[in-house]
């Protein structure tokens, strides 16, 4: 058995193993130092390759590169005693070494759709329903040519959002109450102080 741990053949192998147990030993122990190295990682990705569609998962990222670490071990050894047994001597590492990063590459993408696939997503971003509510125009704003608005929700917070008029022109500051989605905008309608309206939709507001 020590033999076979300090054997050089077997030496990229191991060295992978080792690395996965360290990481699986840090990420233990910075879970409960609030500081994990899947955080580390993060930052260290750069953004090109962090919002690539293989990495666009559910789950962390570091959970990636223990798949890869874990494949690549296991592929290896398979390899090498695959070998041992036909010929009674491990290959080379550097003619192992490659055929087993490219099968885990291969397993671990199918590992990752596979979890991707059963796992829920981490945030459900849903559309506040901001139709019948009273905004407040920012800049000036013509049909065609939306302008941005302030309004609140439901629960009080703030949005920004864009505003086309529905007719005619709409001064920066004027108050408006959004009646419709178009292509992605909202269509807006005046309201004037002496209309009723106004005070209605304002005292439910309150309310």
């Not at 293989?54 to 296991?74: A, E, H, Q, T």
């Not at 959004?178 to 004037?192: E, P, Q, S």
Request: aromatic share 12%; proline share 7%; hydrophobic share 50%.
């Amino acid at each position: 058995m020590l033999e076979l741990l300090q054997h050089w053949q077997l030496m990229p192998f191991h060295l992978s193993l080792l690395l996965l147990l360290s990481l699986s030993v840090l990420e233990t122990v910075g879970f409960y130092l609030k500081s994990p190295p899947s955080l580390w990682l993060k930052h260290c990705i750069p953004p090109k390759l962090r919002h690539a569609d293989l990495l666009n998962v559910k789950f962390s990222k570091l959970l990636i590169v223990v798949f890869l670490l874990m494949n690549f071990s296991c592929v290896g050894y398979v390899l090498q005693f695959a070998i041992y047994a036909q010929q009674n001597q491990f290959a080379p590492f550097y003619y192992v070494f490659f055929p087993a990063l490219i099968l885990a590459i291969f397993f671990t993408a199918f590992m990752i759709h596979c979890l991707d696939q059963v796992l829920p997503p981490k945030q459900q971003h849903i559309e506040p329903d901001l139709l019948g509510r009273l905004a407040t125009l920012v800049d000036k704003a013509r049909p065609s040519f939306p302008a941005e608005a302030r309004i609140r929700d439901e629960f009080g917070r703030l949005h920004i959002v864009d505003v086309e008029p529905e007719f005619g022109e709409l001064e920066a500051e004027s108050q408006v109450i959004l009646i419709r989605m178009k292509r992605g905008h909202y269509v807006a309608k005046k309201i004037v102080r002496s209309q009723p309206l106004l005070n209605s939709t304002q005292h439910a507001h309150k309310s």
